[in-house]
């Protein structure tokens, strides 16, 4: 299968590139026209918020698939600058839907836990309604909506609390701030799904292909606090002696609200009968023993 992957620079499109590369052929494209893995052909460039360019390069490419992991990612520069958030999420992910579109591409949009607003009290299934309360939030639902409207056959894919070896991340931000001896201060009332972005991309390969278009929600299983993710990390990482303060998110300044329980339930995987990711805890010191020994 000829699949192109937008974003192919960044942490997950990297790892969605390496993922395809075993059983398809991958056409790398991204903005600055470099990616750590490249195909024969190289890294398209590729600025999805140019419609004419994104027509163009995905009329030339011609791909029976498009990942479209391409996104403006800073929760907080998106609350800052929400022109900017819709401009890359909602309108460059309208850009990309219409060019699969036209050249009878299926599109799989990697989308997110902050289209809820966190006050369920329970998981969130594929079936349950959006309710954003951040810029990020709104204008990856924008995308949404807009993938659903513009090209017939999608998959879009909700994800969260994303790390992973190819970007800077949550889990090798505390490592290195612990190795230096400094004391922790981090949210304790903040519930998600950390989620490895070698985990994500191999589910990612997997729907290639897949007529079972729709909706999924896809993290490793099992939720925590970012103060038990960070907790776990270091002792993972074998660092003693620092301590991590819980704190409640009012004590962090921030410019963004964020939902304060966005676990996702996988019933889509549940309902096929393939919801066989692994356990955050297990993915997370995979990711912790790699990281370390590449830093030795």
Request: glycine share 8%.
């Amino acid at each position: 299968m000829r699949v192109m992957v937008t974003g192919a620079a960044g942490m997950l499109g990297t790892d969605v590139c390496r993922a395809l590369d075993e059983q398809h052929e991958v056409i790398a494209a991204d903005i600055i026209g470099d990616c750590k893995w490249v195909s024969a052909d190289g890294c398209r460039q590729l600025d999805i918020t140019d419609s004419g360019q994104t027509l163009e390069v995905i009329a030339d490419v011609k791909p029976e698939l498009v990942v479209h992991c391409a996104a403006y990612t800073d929760v907080d520069g998106c609350e800052r600058d929400p022109d900017r958030a819709y401009q890359v999420n909602a309108y460059g992910t309208w850009n990309v839907a219409a060019a699969c579109e036209q050249v009878g591409a299926a599109i799989l949009y990697i989308s997110t836990d902050f289209v809820f607003d966190g006050e369920k009290g329970d998981d969130y299934d594929e079936f349950d309604t959006p309710n954003p309360i951040s810029h990020y939030g709104r204008s990856k639902w924008a995308g949404e909506q807009l993938v659903r409207e513009v090209c017939r056959r999608h998959y879009i894919v909700r994800t969260a609390w994303l790390y992973g070896e190819n970007g800077k991340n949550f889990i090798t931000t505390i490592i290195k701030a612990a190795s230096e001896g400094k004391n922790l201060r981090v949210v304790a009332d903040q519930i998600g799904s950390p989620t490895y972005t070698k985990d994500l991309a191999d589910f990612v390969a997997s729907q290639a292909g897949s007529p079972l278009y729709g909706t999924y929600h896809v993290t490793n299983k099992g939720s925590c606090s970012w103060h038990e993710l960070a907790v776990k990390s270091i002792e993972l990482a074998g660092i003693k002696d620092v301590h991590v303060t819980p704190i409640q998110s009012s004590d962090w300044p921030t410019p963004t609200r964020r939902p304060k329980q966005s676990v996702l339930r996988h019933l889509s995987l549940e309902m096929q009968g393939r919801d066989n990711l692994r356990t955050w805890e297990e993915a997370l010191s995979e990711f912790v023993e790699k990281w370390i020994t590449a830093k030795q």
